[in-house]
């Protein structure tokens, strides 16, 4: 075999190997944007939603029945969040929970998150609330608070600062508190994909 041919051939392995690199880039990103298009229904004490394929979802254990879905589990700790209706998270990614809540009192917006800041000041260790204001997605009036307060872990582990926004909404005689929460990341970097799930929460649907 001559230089010339040695070097031929090798130029050809290399196009070859980057033809199929890009192709295997492009069924990658193909296969992502078709799973995160694709979402699933749950129902959880009477209050539904659509949740992106794949993503575990943990309810609150006192529902009056149990899904048989292996990707939704009962909440551990349903005695200490008795508001708390289901967390849902990727369990590629867990550092990203979506939850929702159902508060009594479905008018004073304002007094139910101070009730809720209340209590999650007593639970959550250096929890703040960073901002606070009225809102109106797709014509519907609500309440919005973005909140900071770190996770310590377990012995060992280096603490965890979670950042995260409620949207509270009016829902007959409750109020629906829809969170997002990110540990070590801003959330208005995920504010996209929640606000399509946060659209899909309604009562008895």
Known sequence: ??????????????????VITIIALLLGWGLKIFTEGRTRPVTVEGISAQVPA????RQNETSAS??????????????????????AWNPLHPERHYTVSAYPGGVDLPSTAAIRTLNRGQDLRLYRILDETPILVNGNEGYKVSFAYVDPGDVGDVPTVIQGIDYYFPSGDQT????LEV???????????????????QVGG
């Not at 629906?176 to 969170?179: E, G, R, S």
């Open 1 to 18: 075999m001559t230089a010339a041919t040695f070097e031929q051939r090798r130029r050809q392995s290399s196009t070859l190997t980057t």
């Open 54 to 57: 794949g993503w575990v979802v």
């Open 66 to 87: 149990q899904s048989d879905d292996p990707f939704q589990m009962a909440h551990p700790e349903s005695a200490q969040n008795p508001n708390q209706v289901f967390t």
């Open 176 to 179: 629906l508190v829809i969170t």
């Open 183 to 201: 540990e070590n990341d801003n959330p208005s970097r995920h504010l996209t994909d929640f606000l399509k799930f946060l659209e899909t929460v």
